[in-house]
């Protein structure tokens, strides 16, 4: 590494700008990366959110229940954040990015200079185009103020109905039912969660939420909306059935903010096509975070990672690169999702082709399922297992052959092997 410092050396001139565009929890640490690895140029980070970088994780779980306030989500103290000697530009939006003069246009008419310029726009919440979705109070969790907004909905007496069953949907859900809110799950899927985890572990969410109260309605389709005689909502199905509820909750999903950089004429495909050293298709632009979609070596294909640790971990990684130092990104997928109490944790990507072996009892409420090829283990899943799953990592890490029947015996110290 100690090679590379040059490179940082020469980008580090007084003169030398590195432009973020998102303060959230990438644009934070590529920021506070910049610093820490020696950028004493001017560093301008451009976030169309009114708060400081801040984790998103705590907005659907203790902001949302009223545990924890806002400002805790911070990614630094105030002190901190003000040591970085930022050009901090809070609640501007960026109109365009002019390549060839190498400056990004505001809205209000500001032209900002970059040497370098990182996107970590993120994603927005996906909306729904139904009839009278202009009709009724559809909540989204993305935002502060999108929790803030919603937290009044969740309290005994209430009705809430969440169309989504994917993990924002079944969080939201969770804090409803232990805010006291009646809680139905409408997922037009047959399982839970069915784009990211196996059968087995979507009957384990559905048992879950059903021992808390939450009705889910699985294979059920929303055909519209409506305002009640009573001035509740009314979610109307396809089947011609209605839930009439006090709150309705959008969580079907997140569209990336690739918008900038396709007008730009970058490479995009759901997202701002980079390489592993976070380079977009022009060399003084990286991205990184929800809006950046990498070839993952550990799915053997394009993808975003929408998760805490990735928008951490290529964060600091694209701040590295715009220094010339040497990166080569390649993140084994990690994701987690707290419900309940309940804590599951996802490394690698299980495939169906995939042997699985199950070590623990699934109705102990703690198991993992492991998923190998050629006695390789490849990814694992599991809930309340959080120490097993840490030793799978490094098993999948290492790419070291193993024994199913050891892996699969909860007697077998997951050290051993």
Same mark, same amino acid.
């Given at each position: =590494?100690?090679?590379?410092?040059? *490179?940082?050396?020469?980008?580090?001139?007084?003169?030398?700008?590195? %432009?973020? &565009?998102?303060?959230?929890?990438?644009?934070?640490?590529?920021?506070?990366?910049?610093?820490? @690895?020696?950028?004493?140029?001017?560093?301008?980070?451009?976030?169309?959110?009114?708060?400081?970088?801040?984790?998103?994780?705590?907005?659907?779980?203790?902001?949302?229940?009223?545990?924890?306030?806002?400002? +805790?989500?911070?990614?630094?103290?105030?002190?901190?954040?003000?040591?970085?000697?930022?050009?901090?530009?809070?609640?501007?939006?960026?109109?365009?990015?002019?390549?060839?003069?190498?400056?990004?246009?505001?809205?209000?008419?500001?032209?900002?200079?970059?040497?370098?310029?990182?996107?970590?726009?993120?994603?927005?919440?996906?909306?729904? /185009?139904?009839?009278?979705?202009?009709?009724?109070?559809?909540?989204?969790?993305?935002?502060?103020?999108?929790?803030?907004?919603?937290?009044?909905?969740?309290?005994?007496?209430?009705?809430?109905?969440?169309?989504?069953?994917? !993990?924002?949907?079944?969080?939201?859900?969770?804090?409803?039912?232990?805010?006291?809110? @009646?809680?139905? $799950?409408?997922?037009?899927?047959?399982?839970?969660?069915?784009?990211?985890?196996?059968? @087995?572990? +979507?009957?384990?969410?559905?048992?879950?939420?059903?021992?808390?109260?939450?009705?889910?309605?699985?294979?059920?389709? &929303? /055909?519209?909306?409506?305002?009640?005689?009573?001035?509740?909502?009314?979610?109307?199905?396809? #089947?011609? /059935?209605?839930?009439?509820? #006090?709150?309705?909750?959008?969580?079907?999903?997140?569209?990336?903010? #690739?918008?900038?950089?396709?007008?730009?004429?970058?490479?995009?495909?759901?997202?701002?096509?980079?390489?592993?050293?976070?380079?977009? /298709?022009?060399?003084?632009?990286?991205?990184?975070?929800? $809006?950046? %979609?990498?070839?993952?070596? !550990?799915?053997?294909?394009? =993808?975003?990672?929408?998760? !805490?640790?990735? *928008?951490? @971990?290529?964060?600091?990684?694209?701040?590295?690169?715009?220094?010339?130092?040497?990166?080569?990104?390649?993140?084994?997928?990690?994701?987690?999702?707290?419900?309940?109490? =309940?804590?599951l944790q996802i490394y690698g990507v299980p495939m169906p082709t995939h042997r699985v072996v199950r070590r623990g009892d699934p109705a102990s409420g703690s198991f993992v399922l492991f998923y190998?090829?050629?006695?390789? %283990?490849?990814?694992?899943?599991?809930?309340?297992?959080?120490?097993?799953?840490?030793?799978?990592?490094?098993?999948?890490?290492?790419?070291?052959? $193993?024994?199913?029947?050891?892996?699969?015996?909860?007697?077998?110290? =997951? +050290?051993?092997?």
């Open positions: =590494m100690n090679a590379e410092r040059p *490179a940082v050396e020469a980008v580090a001139c007084p003169s030398a700008t590195i %432009v973020i &565009v998102g303060a959230g929890q990438a644009g934070g640490w590529a920021a506070q990366t910049l610093r820490k @690895e020696g950028f004493t140029g001017r560093v301008v980070l451009i976030g169309d959110e009114a708060h400081p970088p801040h984790e998103r994780p705590p907005l659907s779980k203790a902001v949302l229940s009223g545990q924890a306030l806002p400002e +805790s989500t911070q990614l630094m103290k105030p002190e901190a954040f003000t040591a970085l000697a930022l050009d901090w530009m809070p609640g501007a939006q960026v109109s365009r990015i002019d390549r060839a003069g190498k400056k990004v246009m505001l809205t209000d008419g500001t032209a900002v200079a970059y040497d370098k310029l990182i996107l970590c726009t993120g994603g927005r919440a996906r909306r729904i /185009s139904l009839p009278g979705a202009d009709e009724v109070g559809l909540y989204t969790l993305r935002t502060i103020e999108d929790a803030l907004a919603l937290a009044p909905a969740f309290s005994p007496g209430r009705s809430v109905v969440v169309v989504g069953g994917g !993990w924002i949907g079944l969080e939201v859900a969770a804090t409803a039912r232990l805010r006291g809110a @009646e809680v139905v $799950v409408v997922e037009a899927q047959a399982r839970l969660c069915e784009r990211t985890v196996p059968a @087995e572990i +979507s009957e384990h969410l559905l048992a879950l939420h059903h021992a808390q109260g939450t009705r889910i309605m699985l294979g059920a389709s &929303v /055909s519209g909306f409506a305002k009640g005689a009573d001035g509740r909502s009314v979610v109307h199905l396809a #089947d011609g /059935s209605a839930l009439p509820c #006090d709150a309705i909750v959008l969580g079907i999903g997140l569209v990336p903010n #690739d918008e900038l950089a396709r007008e730009a004429g970058l490479a995009c495909d759901g997202g701002v096509l980079v390489d592993a050293r976070c380079h977009t /298709s022009d060399p003084d632009i990286l991205a990184a975070g929800d $809006v950046a %979609v990498i070839t993952n070596a !550990w799915a053997g294909r394009r =993808m975003r990672l929408e998760s !805490w640790q990735n *928008a951490q @971990e290529q964060g600091m990684a694209a701040a590295r690169s715009a220094l010339g130092l040497a990166v080569d990104y390649q993140p084994l997928p990690w994701f987690w999702s707290d419900q309940y109490g =309940m804590n190998l090829a050629d006695d390789v %283990v490849q990814a694992a899943i599991g809930p309340n297992a959080a120490r097993d799953l840490r030793f799978a990592r490094r098993l999948i890490e290492q790419r070291k052959p $193993v024994d199913a029947e050891r892996l699969a015996d909860p007697n077998t110290p =997951m +050290s051993k092997l």
